[in-house]
C-alpha cells in the first residue's frame, strides 16, 4: 500500500499565501503524477494542479497565475504554493498520486488519497 499525508493547512487572510505539502510513502517503485484536488463546500471536487513524473504541469483556470505545484528534492513529495489566495479558495485540498510499487515481492499499480487538509480564506 501507498500512503499519502499532507500538511500546510491553515487559515488565512484574503490575499495572503500557504504551501501545502504531500508526501508518499510505501515500496514506491515511481510516481506517474501527482495531483492536487479540492472540494468547497456544497461543491464537487476539482482537479486544482497536476504534474507528471516528466515535471509536466497543468492548473485550473481559476488558479493559473496564482499557485504553482513542484516535486520535491525528495521524488515522493508535491507542494501547492498558493498566492493571492481568494474567499473561493476555501475548501479540502486533497493529494492524489497514481504510479507502481511493490507488493509481495510483484509489482503493483497505485492510486492514492491522502486524507485532506482544511484551507480558509478568510478575513
Known amino acids: 500500500q501507498v500512503q499519502l499525508v499532507e500538511s500546510g493547512g491553515a487559515l488565512v487572510q484574503p490575499g495572503g499565501s500557504l504551501r501545502l505539502s504531500c508526501a508518499a510513502s510505501g515500496s514506491i517503485v515511481s510516481i506517474n503524477a501527482m495531483e492536487w484536488y479540492r472540494r468547497a463546500p456544497g461543491k464537487q471536487r476539482e482537479l486544482v494542479a497536476s504534474?507528471?513524473?516528466?515535471?509536466?504541469?497543468n492548473y485550473a483556470d481559476s488558479v493559473k497565475g496564482r499557485f504553482t505545484i513542484s516535486r520535491g528534492n525528495a521524488e515522493n513529495t508535491v507542494y501547492l504554493q498558493m498566492n493571492s489566495l481568494k474567499p473561493e479558495d476555501t475548501a479540502v485540498y486533497y493529494c492524489?498520486?497514481?504510479?507502481?510499487?511493490?507488493?509481495?515481492?510483484?509489482?503493483?499499480?497505485?492510486?492514492?488519497w491522502g486524507q485532506g487538509t482544511q484551507v480558509t480564506v478568510s478575513s
Open positions: 504534474i507528471t513524473s516528466a515535471v509536466s504541469t
Open positions: 492524489n498520486a497514481r504510479g507502481a510499487y511493490t507488493y509481495r515481492g510483484a509489482r503493483a499499480y497505485f492510486d492514492s
